[in-house]
């Protein structure tokens, strides 16, 4: 079956920086474009990032843009997302997500929490 397993969350201080994975399985990775999507406490869910298939065009939120690197690893399946200069405002749950995330054929994992707090 399908599964995407994202990783790398936890509490961190505005400034600070994390790495996140989502290691996937059960599809051909390596034909899919794929996304970061966060959701806010009490908020939808917010598209961040897209990579394409072969991991050659990237573009991010404007919420985002200049802080947070979108890449990918298809011989090791996985996805990343490298977050610095962290806000208040970036804390949500982390998906990843085949395509942008929009559309009912659109897979999504289980989500890893991001908390920036002082």
Same mark, same amino acid.
């Given at each position: %079956?399908?599964? =995407?397993? %994202? &990783?790398?969350?936890?509490?961190?201080?505005?400034?600070?920086? =994390?790495?996140?994975?989502?290691? +996937? *399985?059960?599809?051909?990775? #390596?034909?899919?474009?794929?996304? @970061?999507?966060?959701? +806010? /406490?009490?908020?939808?869910? %917010? @598209?961040?990032?897209?990579?394409?298939? #072969? !991991?050659? *065009?990237?573009?991010?939120?404007?919420?985002?843009? !200049?802080?947070?690197?979108?890449?990918?690893?298809?011989?090791?399946?996985?996805? $990343?997302?490298?977050?610095?200069?962290?806000? /208040? %405002?970036?804390?949500?749950?982390?998906?990843? +997500?085949?395509?942008?995330?929009?559309?009912?054929?659109? $897979? @999504? !994992?289980?989500?890893?929490?991001?908390?920036?707090? &002082?």
């Amino acid at each position: %079956e399908v599964q =995407l397993v %994202e &990783s790398g969350g936890g509490l961190v201080q505005p400034g600070g920086s =994390l790495r996140l994975s989502c290691a +996937a *399985s059960g599809f051909t990775f #390596g034909s899919y474009d794929m996304s @970061w999507v966060r959701q +806010a /406490p009490g908020k939808g869910p %917010e @598209w961040v990032s897209v990579i394409n298939s #072969g !991991g050659g *065009s990237t573009d991010y939120a404007d919420s985002v843009k !200049g802080r947070f690197t979108i890449s990918r690893d298809n011989a090791k399946n996985t996805l $990343y997302l490298r977050m610095n200069s962290l806000k /208040p %405002e970036d804390t949500a749950v982390y998906y990843c +997500a085949t395509g942008r995330g929009s559309t009912p054929d659109d $897979y @999504w !994992g289980q989500g890893t929490q991001v908390t920036v707090s &002082s």
